[in-house]
């Protein structure tokens, strides 16, 4: 395992660039006031947004406090229109985005990282940007980014996206740098907390508006704090605040950090609001899943990244793919027995599905060699669950059961593996 370790470790630094470089676009750049903020600070803030048109010509509008940049380009499969900006404060209506209109099916929207926020329509079809620009505000009237949008052929529009620039590069989103384990020669073992979703993937959304993104979260934050009352551990956060942080790039964390432990934390829902199932629920990766409802939530969560606009994933060659499978088998082993414990563990703090031990092919446990689970802490269409999980008292006792999971489980792979790897 040792000798494997190293081996993709070199692999994933000659194809680092590759990771990250987004995909074309045709796009059109458009600037008006040249005047940086901090990262920090919002560069705009966005009070309202609209559709207007018909499947003839679509107009997207976005009213804003000020002029900035932004960048918007298309990609296909699905059919999408994505426009980068820096860092916009959102102060849209609760519903903006879930109704569209004319060639957009709808829209999203959020931060990115620190510094940068990003905007995703949604297309019925092929389209091209006819018109991308700011107007200045004049009269009483809001500064507005317009985005005009007509339809084209699939032809037309795969040849605009090799004609057009790329996108500009973006920074990849920061892990947590406070406890990255190369900051000291420190030897204890690395635990990764994910807290699914971010920025403009909120997740899930309970009945009365509560985004799964924000649940997750809280309860990262807090186990977070209970593992490292511990002083067994050092944790890296994938992320500490409303950031969008793609799949691929939350894997890249967790092998930079050269983790012994991948905890990806989720909310479940189901789509007829079922308030009848409740529970947590712990998944491993699997190739096939281990049932229906396992396969459903895979799809969805492996989603996020064409929800985000631009895809960083990448495929690993013949060779690598070798490597990757001899890594995965003793990884697989190291995950179904941490997934084992966290259940025994949970039973005492919470209450479990009914099934809640599964598997199915999430994108984000795809580390070959960081041992990873994803756990769905309940079901926000559950009115019980909500209710507890956005209870202090409820994130406390659960943080504290997944924290004897991650002692016992570090406990008795060391006892196995020291001196060997």
Same mark, same amino acid.
Request: aromatic letters at 6%; proline letters at 5%; glycine letters at 8%.
């Given at each position: ?12 630094? !000659? *194809? ?30 966005? *009070? ?54 004319? !060639? ?40 507005? !980014? /317009?985005?005009?949008?007509?339809? /084209? ?9 090799? !004609? ?87 894997? @890249? ?16 829902? #189901?789509? @007829? ?16 899943? *281990? ?18 606009? /631009?895809? #960083? ?100 792979? #060391?006892? @196995?593996? /020291?001196?060997?790897?």
């Amino acid at each position: 395992m040792k000798h494997v370790r190293r081996i993709l470790l070199a692999l994933a630094v !000659l *194809s680092a660039g590759v990771a990250s470089a987004p995909a074309a676009g045709a796009g059109a750049r458009a600037s008006a006031g040249q005047a940086e903020t901090p990262p920090a600070h919002n560069a705009a803030d966005a *009070s309202d947004a609209r559709l207007g048109g018909d499947e003839k010509r679509t107009r997207f509008i976005v009213d804003l406090s000020n002029n900035i940049e932004f960048f918007a380009f298309t990609l296909p499969d699905p059919y999408r229109v994505v426009i980068d900006l820096p860092q916009v404060g959102f102060h849209l209506p609760a519903k903006a985005g879930k109704e569209g209109r004319g !060639l957009v099916k709808a829209y999203r929207y959020g931060l990115m990282m620190p510094g940068g926020s990003r905007i995703v329509l949604d297309a019925t079809g092929p389209v091209r940007i006819d018109k991308a620009f700011i107007l200045d505000a004049i009269e009483g009237q809001p500064a507005r !980014l /317009v985005i005009d949008l007509v339809p /084209v052929d699939r032809e037309t529009f795969m040849r605009n996206l090799a !004609l057009q620039a790329k996108p500009p590069r973006q920074s990849q989103p920061k892990a947590d740098r406070e406890s990255r384990a190369e900051d000291s020669g420190d030897i204890r073992p690395v635990v990764v907390i994910d807290p699914g979703h971010g920025g403009l993937d909120a997740g899930t959304t309970a009945g009365g508006g509560e985004a799964e993104k924000s649940i997750v979260l809280d309860f990262a934050t807090e186990l977070r704090r209970r593992l490292e009352q511990t002083e067994k551990f050092r944790v890296v956060m994938t992320r500490t605040d409303d950031s969008f942080v793609p799949l691929g790039e939350r894997v @890249r964390i967790a092998r930079a950090a050269k983790a012994g432990l991948f905890i990806s934390v989720h909310a479940d829902a #189901l789509a @007829r609001r079922d308030a009848e199932t409740r529970g947590a629920t712990v998944y491993t990766l699997s190739d096939q899943a *281990s049932d229906d409802e396992a396969a459903r939530l895979a799809e969805s969560e492996n989603k996020a990244d064409a929800i985000a606009g /631009v895809d #960083l994933s990448t495929e690993p060659g013949e060779i690598a793919d070798i490597l990757i499978d001899l890594a995965q088998r003793e990884t697989r082993t190291f995950s179904t027995q941490f997934a084992r414990t966290l259940v025994t563990e949970l039973k005492a703090a919470a209450r479990l599905h009914k099934h809640p031990l599964r598997s199915a092919g999430f994108k984000v446990l795809k580390a070959p060699d960081v041992p990873s689970v994803l756990l769905e802490l309940g079901y926000v269409s559950s009115p019980h669950d909500l209710k507890l999980m956005t209870s202090e008292a409820w994130r406390g006792r659960v943080a504290d059961a997944i924290t004897r999971a991650v002692v016992a489980f570090f406990g008795s792979k #060391l006892a @196995r593996t /020291v001196g060997t790897n």
